[in-house]
């Protein structure tokens, strides 16, 4: 399994962004998918999972400001994140749903003025 994640940088505070992932290794029409995030000196914690079928859910950190989405034909889970926050701040990662090693190299989210 291999998760490839792209999109980040850094952004001013209210600003936007979009993260993609694209998962190889994995029969992807029968994968729920997630993201995370891992902020600097804090564990990594759970952002949003989108189900085979199309079900999100989100934290409720995130919840009205961030949606993800899924492309079954390209094998691909993407995050838009508007109105950021300095505490969005982290390094996001997909995967699969229950998680599976390694995980991918993450995207850096800076949000910073």
């Known amino acids: 399994v291999e998760f490839v994640e792209s999109g980040g940088g850094l952004v001013q505070p209210g600003g936007s962004l979009k993260l993609s992932c694209v998962a190889n290794?994995?029969?992807?029409?029968?994968?729920?998918m997630a993201w995370h995030r891992q902020a600097p000196g804090k564990q990594r914690e759970w952002v949003a999972t989108?189900?085979?079928?199309?079900?999100?859910s989100y934290a409720d950190s995130v919840k009205g400001r961030f949606r993800t989405s899924r492309d079954f034909a390209y094998s691909t889970v993407s995050l838009e994140m508007n109105n950021l926050k300095p505490e969005d701040t982290a390094v996001y990662y997909c995967?699969?749903?229950?998680?599976?090693?390694?995980w991918g190299q993450g995207s850096q989210v800076t949000v910073s003025s």
């Open positions: 989108i189900s085979k079928n199309f079900t999100r």
């Open positions: 995967n699969t749903v229950p998680t599976r090693t390694p």
């Open positions: 290794g994995i029969i992807f029409s029968y994968a729920d």
